[in-house]
């Protein structure tokens, strides 16, 4: 597809007919997706796990640098930034089996995928938030243009997709032509959204197979945002030559959030009417994440006709509309009707995207987050557990303490005795708990269960994460004299190094 072509889909996508027709196709194929969840159509025949995971490309002096094509023609998969890649696994059941299925597939494409860039001479990394950047310069970077085509202004470093140019588009045109973006050290504007690439991010997946209890998996991982985001966070700095003039680096790192790529996602795209990326709200039952889909601001409808020829004869098909307008329901969780179950059912299922976890240094760290995250979820409805009665404000309040104090944040949690309480130990020791009853749940033994668990636990007992450790090495360069550019700079490839010959974060401790 030529650029005059991306340009002429993006122009269609941008007319009121368009958005008409997109919004009616969307209304119809909803109503028919309730109906046949209600129906018990989406069921499956039992739990299963899957991940997403984004990782970024550096050369050999740790410089943040684009992918070549080569590099998409295996496992890896193009996203936003032509520096970015994602790698997925396909979804296994979730038993003892099926997880460590998952963690070959992670490790094995992870290692497949390097591979490729190494060709290259580049290196893929496992990490949250790039920081070192190019030559020129990270606004350079980010704001270079290939010029327009029609409507369409083509970012030269975003992937020529007609589907990221349109998303572009709407959102500038929402925004009034620039977009703000503020956080410690930093008060700009960006022409686009191609800054959202800064930061990258895993997505656990868990197939909940009766859509009746769909909402009890649902509402009780809300609950679960603040404290797995807690012991996850991974992103407290931008690239430095983003920060304007600092003339107290040290205060800067005590007070820069432990997740910026949270604020960098919501500030790049939260310009309509109604923002777009944040915590969800509470459902009662599988049916109304569908009517939330449709309720959402429009952002870049596409028809399919536009993009795929043929009968919609495959569920996929019959839900396209749909399915293009969940992919800009960008909620921290969100629920994915269809897909690639497993266990002997169809392409018919329900799953929770769990989607705020940043990247993690290791493969065995990612691996163990998604057991983290799956065994919790599950360990939490198989005891019945009252956290689900955590008031949804609160949960949503704990979820944006994370975001700014990492592992110490003030998290709000209801014990098993059913008693709101924000001591950290508890509710820690209350978490790893169900994760382990979670993954027995799921027919894991103990050894296998200590395996995945031990080395996010280990962040516990430090009070250190990957974000707290990045701190401390930013204040231990500037303790020896060196400036803010530097201090981040030499803090990252130090990152770089360890991330690629530790099997564990909870090795760097």
């Known amino acids: 597809m030529t650029d005059a072509d991306h340009g002429e889909l993006v122009g269609e996508s941008l007319t009121e007919t368009t958005a008409t027709e997109f919004a009616d196709r969307v209304a119809s194929q909803a109503a028919e997706l309730k109906t046949a969840i209600a129906a018990g159509e989406f069921d499956s025949p039992g739990f299963a796990v899957g991940l997403e995971m984004e990782v970024y490309a550096v050369d050999d002096d740790g410089r943040l640098a684009p992918l070549p094509g080569q590099v998409f023609e295996g496992v890896a998969k193009k996203e936003l930034g032509v520096h970015n890649a994602e790698l997925n696994t396909d979804p296994d ?141 991974n992103s407290p700095f931008l690239p430095p030559d983003l920060y304007g003039e600092v003339d107290d680096p040290e205060k800067l790192v005590s007070e820069t959030p432990h997740e910026l790529r949270v604020e960098v996602f919501e500030q790049s795209v939260n310009h309509t009417s109604a923002p777009k990326v944040r915590v969800p709200a509470d459902i009662a039952d599988a049916g109304e994440t569908a009517d939330r889909v449709v309720a959402d601001d429009l952002v ?134 169900h994760a382990r009853r979670g993954l027995r749940e799921a027919g894991l033994d103990e050894e296998a269960i200590e395996s995945y668990l031990e080395p996010i636990e280990a962040r516990r007992y430090t009070a250190t994460t990957p974000s707290d450790w990045k701190k401390q090495a930013v204040r231990d360069r500037l303790a020896d004299g060196a400036d803010l550019d530097d201090a981040i700079t030499g803090m990252q490839r130090e990152y770089i190094r360890l991330s690629r010959e530790t099997e564990t974060f909870a090795e760097w401790l």
């Open 300 to 433: 870049a409808p596409f028809l399919r006709e536009w993009l795929a020829d043929g009968e919609r004869t495959e569920l996929a098909d019959q839900y396209w509309e749909f399915a293009h307008k969940r992919s800009t329901y960008w909620r921290w969780l969100r629920c994915v009707a269809g897909g690639q179950p497993v266990g002997g059912g169809d392409e018919r299922s329900l799953r929770i995207e769990y989607r705020p976890i940043p990247t993690q240094p290791t493969v065995r760290d990612v691996v163990g987050m998604q057991a983290l995250t799956a065994g919790l979820v599950r360990g939490l409805v198989a005891t019945d557990h009252p956290v689900t009665g955590l008031p949804w404000a609160a949960a949503e309040e704990s979820f944006y303490n994370a975001v700014r104090d990492g592992v110490r944040a003030d998290l709000a949690w209801v014990s098993v005795g059913g008693e709101r309480t924000h001591d950290p130990d508890l509710v820690f020791d209350e978490v790893f708990a």
């Open 93 to 233: 059941p979730f038993d003892a089996t099926g997880l460590a299925a998952q963690a070959d597939q992670i490790r094995e494409r992870t290692e497949h995928a390097r591979q490729e860039a190494a060709a290259a001479g580049l290196e893929l990394v496992l990490d949250a938030m790039w920081t070192v950047p190019p030559a020129a310069g990270s606004r350079a970077y980010l704001e270079a243009t290939d010029g327009s085509e029609g409507a369409v202004e083509v970012p030269t470093r975003m992937r020529p997709d007609p589907r990221y140019l349109a998303i572009d588009a709407d959102i500038r045109a929402s925004a009034g032509g620039a977009l703000p973006f503020a956080v410690p050290g930093v008060d700009t504007t960006f022409s686009g959204i191609l800054f959202e690439s800064l930061a990258t991010s895993i997505q656990p997946h868990l197939q909940v197979p009766d859509a009746a209890a769909f909402p009890d998996y649902y509402n009780a991982a809300i609950r679960t945002l603040g404290p797995v985001l807690a012991l996850s966070s």
